[in-house]
């Protein structure tokens, strides 16, 4: 259930979801963290600030609306003053996906005006999600990782370690062990794992699902997986969510 502020109401909640590598699962991360957050009994607020690909919101079973906050290669300070505004004065749980063109100016933006610690003052809670992932693309999102928590003075980071790409490793050493986390471990609020499963079953399913921009409940209580490919997919579901009760999000 919903925490609540000492004057009874209940506590508003910020997620956001940033990466300054595109198609390395950022948005599949404001998916999944809306799904877990609504079946814990959180009033989801999701927006869609991905200028270039609307992913979140083609999930119908989300609801989530768009929101552009890019003009002229910066942010839109006037969208995003709205953005904030609602934050401020609305109550509730609220996931933003944004997108890798925004990252840069966005998080500027936020550092520029001090935003992070306003929230805090105003008893808002924010949580940074950050996907690092294996493969090629292992050296920028440990970058991107990098400028998030070299500026934010809180411990508020999530790491969604994605194996999609390949195994999260370098030179043998785990995430844990680089010296990237190391060096920001005092950042870091927790980390969930997405890990790589049977391509032929497990990671067949959650591409089809994934495709269709169905929700886990949606995927498993419709009529478009065969019942194995729905029990595989419950068991990612379970794995997931388990993983995010451990760190405490709600």
């Known amino acids: 259930m919903a925490k609540s502020n000492a004057n009874g109401s209940k506590a508003t909640i910020i997620h956001m ?3 300054g590598k595109g198609g390395v699962g950022k948005s599949l ?38 929101l552009n906050i890019l003009k002229d290669g910066g942010v839109d300070q006037r969208e995003f003053d709205l953005l904030m505004e609602r934050f401020l004065t609305e109550s509730g749980t609220f996931v933003v996906d944004t997108g890798a063109s925004t990252f840069i100016p966005l998080w500027h933006y936020v550092l520029e005006n001090h935003a ?8 808002k809670r924010v ?27 809180e411990k508020n980071i999530v790491v969604w370690l994605n194996e999609y790409f390949g195994p999260i490793s370098r030179d043998g050493e785990r995430f844990d062990e680089m010296m990237e986390c190391k060096q920001h471990a005092d950042k870091l609020h927790g980390s969930v ?14 591409e089809e699902m994934i495709c269709r921009k169905l929700t886990f409940d949606e995927a498993v209580n419709g009529a478009e997986f065969t019942i194995m ?4 997919l419950r068991v990612i579901q379970r794995d997931l969510f388990e993983q995010l009760d451990a760190i405490g999000l709600c």
């Open 17 to 19: 979801s940033l990466q």
């Open 29 to 66: 991360v404001a998916a999944i963290l809306s799904q877990y957050l609504a079946s814990r009994g959180q009033d989801v607020h999701g927006i869609d600030a991905d200028p270039v690909n609307h992913t979140l919101s083609e999930y119908r079973g989300i609801g989530a609306c768009c």
């Open 116 to 123: 992070l610690e306003h929230l805090r003052e105003r008893g």
């Open 127 to 153: 949580y940074i999600h950050s996907v690092i992932t294996g493969g090629q693309s292992l050296s920028d999102t440990l970058s991107g990782f990098e400028q998030l928590a070299g500026t934010t003075r």
């Open 193 to 206: 794992a997405i890990a790589r499963r049977t391509a032929d079953t497990f990671g067949r399913d959650v």
């Open 229 to 232: 490919a729905k029990q595989r």
